[in-house]
């Protein structure tokens, strides 16, 4: 069974940066897509970035483009996002989220972390 543990998360001032990280087990981490999805308090869940097998392939949200960064280490099974130029509308909890589709990581992932929240001041 794949288990995901996300880290990083915090407070931060707008305009600041984080960089969060997402420990996988329990599988072979280099077969998995991965992807970031982040929910607010009070509204739905919403995708924001993935990454094909070996990082060849990376896919943003419009909302992060420019500003965040996917990126994986598959020798330290292990994937990141680096949160750069945070908004105040950055603020959710993120979570990690894996699938051995990279066609499906972005849409129905097989597998959730619990998360880590991000609180962005304004």
């Known amino acids: 069974q794949v288990q995901l543990v996300e880290s990083g998360g915090g407070l931060v001032q707008a305009g600041g940066s984080l960089r969060l990280s997402c420990a996988f087990s329990g599988r072979t981490f280099s077969s998995y897509a991965m992807a970031w999805f982040r929910q607010a308090p009070g509204k739905g869940r919403e995708f924001v970035a993935d990454?094909?097998?070996?990082?060849?392939?990376?896919y943003y949200s419009d909302s992060v483009k420019g500003r965040f960064t996917i990126s994986r280490d598959n020798a330290k099974n292990t994937v990141y996002l680096q949160m750069n130029s945070l908004k105040p509308e950055d603020t959710a909890v993120y979570l990690c989220?894996?699938?051995?589709?990279?066609?499906?990581?972005?849409?129905?992932?097989?597998?959730w972390g619990q998360g880590t929240r991000v609180t962005v001041s304004s």
């Open positions: 990454i094909s097998w070996g990082g060849e392939s990376t």
């Open positions: 989220a894996a699938c051995d589709s990279y066609r499906d990581v972005s849409i129905r992932p097989t597998y």
